[in-house]
T-cell receptor, first 114, second 114 residues
Framework: EPEVTQTPSHQVTQMGQEVILRCVPI?????FYWYRQILGQKVEFLVS????????KSEIFDDQFSVERPDGSNFTLKIRSTKLEDSAMYFC????????????FGSGTQLSVL | AQSVTQLDSQVPVFEEAPVELRCNYS??????LFWYVQYPNQGLQLLLK??????LVKGINGFEAEFNKSQTSFHLRKPSVHISDTAEYFC????????????FGRGTSLIVHP
């Protein structure tokens, strides 16, 4: 089965630093997502991306966050100035059909902000 | 707005015993319901889904779930669990006619003991 790939699997950073989390969605997919899960809490929606622009975002996705599809294969999440509360598991997902029936998730990037 | 409640954060069970993981949802419109599983160090994988039709849905690895509209529930069951079923299980809902962005619960950790 095709896979969504996320790198790195673990990222440790100092508070205030910028981080970029990388994702390679499945090649023929059109819709891309970032979710995060703070330890012990729900998996929370951050942002969805389609046709080279953000289609929807949650209140969590403030000005510190940005997403980009710099080329035909990568989908990145940037946190400009990390805070302690940004520590979480970040999941990338993609889907190819138009009804959201099946999202394919990556294995996640565990971000630790010290 | 849609939401999902997974009442049990952790469910310990002995091997070959039956298990039920509970999921309740809230939505003002009709819904699509999903269960995802996350094995250690892996991404979320779709276990089963309810879109329409029969309320009893069978998924992979012997799991099944029943959609109960009157109780707004979508509990996951397996008659006999294996050690390999130890994982995190997430219930998710999509409200039909919306943006097809799944809302997830906090997850239930299934721990199967020998």
């Amino acid at each position: 089965e095709p896979e969504v790939t996320q790198t790195p699997s673990h990222q440790v950073t100092q508070m205030g630093q910028e981080v970029i989390l990388r994702c390679v969605p499945i090649s023929n997919h059109l819709y891309f997502y970032w979710y995060r899960q703070i330890l012990g809490q729900k998996v929370e929606f951050l942002v969805s991306f389609y046709n080279n622009e953000i289609s929807e975002k949650s209140e969590i996705f403030d000005d510190q966050f940005s997403v980009e599809r710099p080329d035909g294969s990568n989908f990145t999440l940037k946190i400009r100035s990390t805070k302690l509360e940004d520590s979480a598991m970040y999941f990338c997902a993609s889907r190819g059909d138009s009804n959201g029936e099946k999202l394919f998730f990556g294995s996640g990037t565990q971000l630790s902000v010290l | 707005a849609q939401s999902v409640t997974q009442l049990d954060s952790q469910v310990p069970v002995f091997e070959e015993a039956p298990v039920e993981l509970r999921c309740n949802y809230s939505s003002s419109v009709s819904v699509y319901l999903f269960w995802y599983v996350q094995y250690p160090n892996q991404g979320l994988q779709l276990l089963l889904k309810y879109l329409s039709g029969s309320t009893l849905v069978k998924g992979i690895n012997g799991f099944e779930a029943e959609f109960n509209k009157s109780q707004t529930s979508f509990h996951l069951r397996k008659p006999s669990v294996h050690i390999s079923d130890t994982a995190e299980y997430f219930c998710a809902v999509i409200s039909s006619g919306g943006s097809y962005i799944p809302t997830f619960g906090r997850g239930t950790s299934l721990i199967v003991h020998p």
